[in-house]
Structures are given as structure tokens and as C-alpha cells.
């Protein structure tokens, strides 16, 4: 049987060339890169190398910006405990969106135990963020706005300069959760007005369980983790050697893919989404249409749930999401679709392909195939569909 892998937003596929750069420090080159020693100081170099080459990907104004965690929740949970914390004195208030990923949303939501407020602001039916709700919500007690760069689950992206510019103009610290948009979208840090950043080594086809905060230099935050002097003294802990080295060549294909990557996988997106509307009643996009993540592509089958087609599509080898990893298994609504003004009814009927670099134009067709009878089936079964006309 044919698989066909749409769900690289949740994770992707460790490329070949990575797992290669990480072998030999499983094997041979295995010292503490804290240690003076020759096996320390291969290590180290491996460290320093592949430091440069996110902070190359970010476009970040120097190596020194990067501290390497464990992936991107801790990233976001790092910038920001870390810079309320370090601002404790200055302010009590954070801003955010309302269509952030759990990482961001539930350490919000523990600042708030600790007596910080939070502003969440609504968003747009494409999904994005209201800038004049921003403007509003800023008061001289915020001390930091975290809103992602762009979203998970629809692909959305932000007008993150304008969000960065308010930040600056009204002095708040800005951070943006880029999981999603690093190594999909082309940026650069150090002539934004960004101060953090967050990214994920396995969202760009490295390993698992490795992730980066940018730091901007002069910005004020404290450690996430005490102990040695690690990661400039932010991030305490014997460093994931192999894991690094697998993100900093991920990264470092990612930079010199991008563009042409974006601009494959927009054509094979698009083509998926025209061959569906071609072919399936009652399809309505989710995002935004056109400044979207090029690999995303969110779709609601009115009258359906989502989770009879993922498993319907699961049987024929094709696996895709109903939106975000974290909530699926659970019926609640996807919160990003909900604060996009999506009748309840049909956030369920939402499904998520997210494309990745493995995937071709027989894939799409594959899909393209398989799809129709499966949603005219389960529309026969439907008595939403059934009754859609009373
Ligand atoms: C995947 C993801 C995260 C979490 O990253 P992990 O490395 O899996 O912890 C955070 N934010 C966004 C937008 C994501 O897509």
C-alpha cells in the first residue's frame, strides 16, 4: 500500500543526511564538551558549529544569541518565565493571541498562579491577530508580547514586524514562537524587531527532543535551568552533543532549501486544494489565503467529523491531523478554529495536510483519489448531512 505522510507539522522525518552528522557522537566522539581535554574539545567544536548554523537560519547578529533546550515547549516556556521573571520589577502583564500552541497558552496560564495578568487577543477568521486589540492591550505594566510567527494548525502568518514594531515603539520585550515558520519562510532576526525567538530541531527534518530560544543580545532574562555554566549560563546541563550537531545540519540544509522548498511545496498545496474543491462539495479553507505557511493546507468538510476521516484516510496509508498533535484524542474544538469564528460544528469536520519534502505530485493525486468516496460515504451516514436542508 501506498503512504503518504501529510502530518509534518506534528513531526517530520529526520533527514538522511542529519542522522549521518550525529553518528559519531553516539560512537567515537563522546566527551563532555565541558571537558579540557581532546575528547571534550571535539565536542565543543561540534557545539560551536552547529550553534552558528541555527543562528545562520535564524539570521541571528551572532552565535552568542542561540541557547540550545530540549525543543521548542521549553523554549517557550523559557522565554517566557524567563523575561517575566527577569521584569518582575517593571510589570505584571503579558500579551498573547488567542491561536497560540499549548506551550505558549498553559505557561500563561501558569504566570497567572504566580500573579502575572494575561491579555489573549482575538484574531481575525483568517486567523490574524487584531493589531489595533494590541495596541489597546498594551499598558506601561506590559513587560513582554509572545505571538507566534505562524500557526500550527492553519498556517496563518502574522504580520510579525508590524507586532514587533508596536512592541518596541511601546518598549514591551517581543517574542515569537517560530516552530513553524523556521525553515518554511525565509527571515531574519537581527533586522527585526524581534528579542526571542523559539525553534524545534524535529519540525525541519532533524531529531527529536532538540530545540533553540534566540536571545537577543541586551536582553534582559534568567536562567531556565541552574547548575554548570552551560548555554552562557542560561540553560544549565551536559549538552545533547548528538542532538545539536543533527539540528545545527538540519538547520544548515534548511537555510539553503528554503526557497525553493517553498515554493514545491506551495505548487503541490495548491494543487491538492484545487483537486478537492474540484471533486468535494461544501470544502471551505481554514487560514489565511495567501500568507499562509507554504506547506499547510487547512480544510473543513462541512456535515463530518474529523476524526472518522482521519481514520478513514488512515486505512488507504494517509496520515493527517485534525490540527494540533496536543488535542487530538480529545473532541474538545481546536481553540485556533474556534477564536477564527468557526461554527462549532464544523471545527470538527477540519482536517490538517502538512506537506513535507518527501512528498510528490503522486502523492497529492493518491489522495486526491482516495479522498472523494471516502467523504461522499461518510456523508451518507450523516444525519448532519442529511438534515442540512430542514
Ligand atoms: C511543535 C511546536 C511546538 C513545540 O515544539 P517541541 O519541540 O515539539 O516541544 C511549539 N510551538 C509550535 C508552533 C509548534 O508547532
Known amino acids: ?13 529526520m533527514r538522511e543526511e542529519v542522522l549521518e552528522a550525529m553518528l559519531p557522537y553516539y560512537k567515537d566522539i563522546y566527551g563532555n564538551p565541558s571537558s579540557i581535554h581532546l575528547f571534550g574539545r571535539s ?3 561540534a557545539i560551536d558549529a552547529a550553534r552558528a548554523k541555527v543562528a545562520n537560519l535564524l539570521g541571528a547578529a551572532s552565535t552568542e544569541e542561540i541557547i540550545f533546550t530540549s525543543g521548542g515547549t521549553e523554549a517557550d516556556n523559557f522565554a517566557i518565565r524567563g523575561v517575566a521573571h527577569a521584569l518582575k520589577a517593571k510589570g505584571n502583564h503579558i500579551i498573547t493571541s488567542s491561536i497560540e500552541h499549548h506551550a505558549i497558552l498553559n505557561t ?14 482575538p484574531v481575525d477568521k483568517d486567523g490574524v491577530v ?5 495596541k489597546n492591550a498594551i499598558t506601561d505594566k506590559t513587560i513582554l508580547i509572545t505571538i507566534m510567527y505562524a500557526n500550527n494548525e492553519v498556517g496563518t502568518i502574522q504580520p510579525i514586524e508590524e507586532i514587533a514594531k508596536i512592541a518596541k515603539d511601546r518598549g514591551a520585550c517581543f517574542h515569537t514562537d517560530a516552530v513553524q515558520a523556521a525553515g518554511k519562510v525565509p527571515f531574519e532576526l537581527k533586522s527585526m524587531n524581534i528579542d526571542l525567538a523559539s ?3 524535529h519540525k525541519i527534518y532533524g531529531p527529536k527532543g532538540i ?3 534566540y536571545v537577543k543580545k541586551g536582553t534582559k532574562i534568567t536562567p531556565f535551568l541552574y547548575g554548570g555554566h552551560h548555554e552562557m549560563g542560561k540553560r544549565a546541563g551536559t549538552e545533547n552533543v548528538a ?8 538547520a544548515e540544509l534548511a537555510r539553503k532549501e528554503v526557497s525553493e522548498e517553498a515554493r514545491k511545496l506551495t505548487g503541490l498545496r495548491d494543487y491538492l486544494y484545487k483537486g478537492m474543491i474540484d471533486q468535494i462539495q461544501y470544502v471551505t479553507l481554514n487560514g489565511h489565503p495567501t500568507k499562509r505557511l507554504p506547506n499547510t493546507l487547512n480544510v473543513r468538510f462541512k456535515y463530518l467529523e474529523g476524526e472518522s476521516i482521519i481514520l478513514n484516510l488512515d486505512i488507504e496509508g494517509i496520515a493527517v491531523s485534525t490540527g494540533s498533535a496536543c488535542t487530538s484524542g480529545s473532541l474538545e474544538p481546536s481553540h485556533v478554529l474556534t477564536a477564527m469564528g468557526v461554527d462549532p460544528a464544523d471545527t470538527q469536520g477540519s482536517i490538517r495536510f502538512s506537506l513535507g519534502m518527501d512528498n510528490t505530485k503522486e502523492d497529492m493525486d493518491y489522495v486526491l483519489q482516495v479522498l472523494p468516496p471516502i467523504i461522499s460515504r461518510l456523508r451518507d451516514m450523516s444525519p448532519l448531512f442529511e438534515n442540512k436542508e430542514k
Do not use: H, P, Q
Request: some cysteine; proline content about 0%; glycine content about 12%.
Open 1 to 13: 500500500m501506498r503512504k503518504v505522510y501529510l502530518d509534518n507539522n506534528a513531526t517530520t522525518r
Open 43 to 45: 565536542a565543543r567544536t
Open 108 to 121: 500563561c496560564k501558569f504566570m497567572e498562579k504566580e500573579g502575572y495578568k494575561t491579555t489573549y487577543l
Open 130 to 134: 487584531d493589531l489595533d486589540a494590541l
Open 199 to 201: 525553534v524545534s530541531g
Open 211 to 213: 530545540g533553540a530560544l
Open 243 to 250: 542532538g545539536i550537531v543533527g539540528f545545527g545540519r538540519a
